[in-house]
């Protein structure tokens, strides 16, 4: 079995920070987002991977390299024609695919269980279809199946009136058969070829479609609140401390809880870190309170603040008073206090769609 993985698109809604980082390179636990979904495919046994990305993109491919540190081989797809929706993006990758079965994973999804009994229901029934699918709150985001005893009868993506509680995730597990599906469906009214429409087609042709529910936790990470949320329990999950013996906690900080602090890192003497937390290598913590569930990416450096359930990337600078939470702070930016008098008012520079709350 070979496995594709979507990692193009814009992510839109978590601009300004997928400006200049593609999102699945955002860190969760002091790890980018894409690595997570390579891991549960690795878990697998599958060792043939492939990459949807942007044209002109270069930096998952800097970060991911081919594959070798996994076991794998990795290769990459650029997107062509544009941004036409998920099925499009399982067409692309027909030639490459050549025949085999196959999962493909939305790189953005995250799930904290194991997707290994998907893949072997998927195939001990010999099935042509098989759908991970998952008990949300609100199905009307996301394709929603219509169930008839125990059987999947049709999909609808986004409806205004959810036939049942699920989501169908972003795992999938194809059979070849899946590319003449996509061969006869049309875009939909927004102009994108939808994958519920190929779900819905391989029904109708009397192909062999089953579903697993997910019993964990899953979550598509499309709006910050979403990798916050992601972040915190990726880090709930951390099984032991890790601190290099290269980083320096001098006598004094106080270490409460599960942390991973990487080599090089400085915690000084009166910081307070209350685990789950990640710190990056070479990052200086001074005179801070860190977390919970907060990941500071390498270089970066804190003093002062009060830091929870945020994510930190490479090279912040934040040194401040203030308490800081729930935020997702883009690479080399600066928080920083600075004496003013009465009548100054607050300094600011602010890039595109940034957001600022006082």
């Known amino acids: 079995m070979k496995a594709l993985i979507a990692a193009g698109g814009r992510a839109t809604r978590l601009r300004p920070i997928t400006n200049t980082t593609n999102k699945h390179l955002i860190p969760l636990a002091g790890k980018p987002l894409i690595e997570y979904a390579i891991e549960k495919i690795i878990e697998c046994g599958i060792r043939d991977i492939a990459i949807n990305v942007n044209p002109g993109e270069i930096e998952i491919q800097k970060i991911v390299g081919d594959g070798s540190r996994w076991g794998a081989r990795i290769t990459y797809i650029e997107q062509q024609g544009g941004a036409l ?43 042509d279809c098989l759908l991970a699918l998952s008990r949300v709150p609100d199905p009307r985001a996301f394709g929603c199946p219509v169930l008839d005893g125990g059987r999947i009868v049709r999909v609808i993506e986004k409806p205004a009136d959810p036939p049942s509680p699920y989501a169908v995730t972003g795992i999938y597990f194809y059979k070849p058969c899946v590319f003449e599906a996509i061969a006869e469906i049309t875009p939909s009214a927004r102009g994108e070829y939808e994958i519920s429409d190929v779900h ?7 192909k062999k479609i089953g579903y697993e529910e997910i019993t964990g936790w899953w979550k598509d ?53 209350h685990g789950p937390v990640t710190i990056g290598a070479k990052c200086v913590i001074k005179s801070a309170v860190i977390g919970p569930k907060v990941s500071i990416s390498d270089g970066s450096t804190v003093e002062r603040a009060h830091i929870e359930r945020s994510i930190l ?25 600075r004496e ?18 006082l």
């Open 85 to 127: 929706g998920v099925a499009h993006v399982v067409s692309g990758a027909e030639t490459w695919i050549a025949g085999e079965p196959f999962v493909f994973y939305l790189g953005d999804n995250i799930i904290l269980g194991s997707i290994a009994a998907l893949a072997e229901k998927f195939a001990s029934e010999d099935l």
């Open 200 to 206: 819905t087609k391989l029904i109708e042709s009397g």
């Open 221 to 273: 990470t499309g709006k910050p609140e979403d990798l916050i949320e992601g972040n915190g329990l990726i880090l709930d999950m951390m099984g032991a401390s890790e601190v290099s013996p290269e980083a320096m906690i001098e006598a004094g900080a106080v270490i409460d809880g599960i942390v991973r602090i990487g080599e090089g890192a400085l915690v000084s003497r009166d910081t307070v870190i």
């Open 313 to 337: 990337m490479d090279e912040v600078k934040v040194v401040t008073g203030r308490r800081i939470a729930d935020s997702i702070i883009g690479k080399r930016a600066t928080i920083i206090d």
């Open 340 to 357: 003013r008098s009465e009548e100054e008012g607050l300094r600011f520079l602010i890039g595109d769609q940034s957001r600022v709350e």
